[in-house]
């Protein structure tokens, strides 16, 4: 019997050319609500957690996008971007800014497909609803081209320390077919070697620093829907 994400894909890409179904999969996806708390069903992947929960974050999101555009035939590759909550671009509440600032390092996901022998950068993070919240959202996608990272990423410490980068555009040129990722990006092959890395950066945070994290999360969420309704 097919699982729910076989189910979720046919309905998703009926009657639609390879194209039309890489745009339709991205926007299905990119809308589901962006949730940092998302209930967790126990036995169950990431990818059909999120159509179960119906609102996911990042990771789920783009663990689903992989999966489906897998099962159009495209290459898949996982990419995780160093960066910090305290983004000036976004809209936060006095309150919810004064806890973004005291947070360490979090780490985003994104996926690298192979379009057209290019390796694109697909980021489906932000549904629509958050356009008032300040967001960077991918609304009008080709289905070629890269999209915007969800967040700005941080610099490997080329120098001297990490610094931020001052857009969420990819710094590639569209003629490059070759593998280039942005700088501070850190490339997996599969969801194992994500989750590894996930686990060894996030593993060395403080209590204090879990202890704010704690906090900003439901806060965070809590705003997300205040966003959507305004």
């Known amino acids: 019997m097919p699982g729910l994400v ?9 009657g639609l050319d ?5 745009v339709a999969i991205f926007q299905h996806i ?13 036995g169950v992947s990431p990818a059909e957690r999120i159509l179960l929960a119906g609102r996911g974050s990042c990771g789920p999101k783009h663990y689903l996008l992989a999966e489906m555009y897998r099962l159009l035939g495209l290459e898949v590759t996982y990419a995780t971007f160093p960066f910090l909550w305290d983004d000036p671009d976004l809209l936060y509440p ?3 800014r004064r806890l973004a600032t005291g947070l360490p390092v979090a780490y985003h996901l994104a996926c690298r497909v192979r379009i057209d022998n290019r390796w694109v950068l697909v980021d489906a993070t932000w549904d629509r609803g958050l356009q008032k919240g300040g967001f960077p959202i991918n609304e009008h996608w080709d289905g070629r081209a890269d999209t915007r990272c969800a967040v700005k990423p941080l610099k490997s410490a080329v120098r001297t320390a990490f ?16 593998f280039r990722p942005l700088d501070g990006e850190e490339i997996h092959g599969d969801e194992d070697d994500q989750v590894r890395y996930y686990r060894q950066k996030t593993g060395i ?14 806060a965070f969420d809590a705003w997300l829907e205040q966003v959507r309704r305004e």
């Open 6 to 14: 076989d189910r979720t894909f046919r309905e998703w890409t009926s």
């Open 30 to 42: 990119r809308d589901i609500p962006y949730s940092l708390n998302a209930q967790k069903t126990p």
């Open 94 to 96: 006095p309150n919810l």
């Open 18 to 22: 390879p194209s039309g179904s890489r």
């Open 205 to 218: 945070r403080s209590p204090g620093e879990i202890g704010r994290i704690r906090q900003f999360y439901p």
């Open 163 to 178: 610094c931020r980068t001052a857009t969420n555009e990819p710094c590639r040129r569209e003629e490059d077919s070759l």
